[in-house]
């Protein structure tokens, strides 16, 4: 059982920068033992992937449309995974959630391969 709790969210012009945290909770060295993932639910659409990376921070992976501009990390010492996001643009205006779960590399990008979300971060883009 994982616990996830995100912060970081807010107002910020485009171009400007955010940094997204996702802090976890439960048993042990639970929170290592899970890949992790962001996603994003903009109004009225999906809820899409942005990023995620494996238990060991050995492998990342992007959605082509935040590619060369957000980066993924985590810490397992701290039990939190990180977003950096640059060069924000109005269409990354969305709640992001942090998910954890075991993935494979055919599944990495689905939702449905994780098992524990946070409530969500609003991250707001004005032009």
């Known amino acids: 059982q994982v616990q996830l709790v995100e912060s970081g969210g807010g107002l910020v012009q485009a171009g400007g920068s955010l940094r997204l945290s996702c802090a976890a909770s439960?048993?042990?060295?639970?929170?290592?033992?899970?890949?992790m993932g962001w996603f994003r639910q903009a109004p009225g659409k999906e809820r899409e992937f942005v990023a995620a990376i494996r238990w060991n921070g050995g492998s990342t992976y992007y959605a082509e449309s935040v590619k060369g501009r957000f980066t993924i990390s985590r810490d397992n010492a701290q039990n939190t995974l990180y977003l950096q996001m640059n060069n924000l643009k109005r269409e990354d205006t969305a709640v992001y959630y942090c998910?954890?779960?075991?993935?494979?590399?055919?599944?990495?990008?689905?939702?449905?391969?994780?098992?524990?979300w946070g409530q969500g971060t609003q991250v707001t883009v004005s032009s």
């Open positions: 439960g048993p042990g060295r639970t929170f290592s033992r899970y890949d």
């Open positions: 998910a954890a779960g075991k993935t494979i590399l055919t599944t990495v990008r689905s939702n449905k391969a994780y098992d524990y």
